[in-house]
């Protein structure tokens, strides 16, 4: 029964070490992470953040972007977005918010 329990507690622990890559792109090198936010009443419109931009701002727009296609696809099923300030703007157009750039677009139904 010990035996049991070791196993599931090793289990849980690798379990668990893995679920922050979910949500980080690794560029030059270094690590980017990135968060997504949209409202219940719209899931098609968003605001993606990826950071630290002071380490790359290409690394920070990437992580931004990941995060943008993986929401697109769970509620469309389509990477299509329209971006309204996205990765390709300007380098000093782009919103940076505490460190991490923030890019804003819509999911485009298939």
């Not at 070791?6 to 668990?16: C, E, H, K, S």
């Not at 030059?28 to 936010?37: N, T």
């Not at 469309?76 to 940076?96: E, F, K, Q």
Request: glycine share 10%; proline share 4%; net charge negative.
């Amino acid at each position: 029964m010990k035996a049991t329990w070791a196993v599931g507690a090793v289990f849980l622990a690798l379990t668990a070490c893995g679920q922050g890559d979910l949500d980080t792109v690794t560029f030059e090198g270094a690590r980017f992470s990135g968060d997504l936010r949209s409202e219940r009443s719209d899931r098609t419109s968003f605001v993606a953040t990826g950071g630290p931009a002071s380490v790359s701002l290409e690394g920070a727009k990437q992580a931004a972007v990941y995060q943008a296609v993986q929401h697109c696809i769970d509620h469309l099923g389509s990477s299509d977005m329209a971006w309204v300030n996205g990765p390709d703007a300007p380098d000093d157009t782009l919103v940076i918010d505490n460190n991490k750039v923030v890019l804003t677009g819509q999911c485009i139904e298939p």
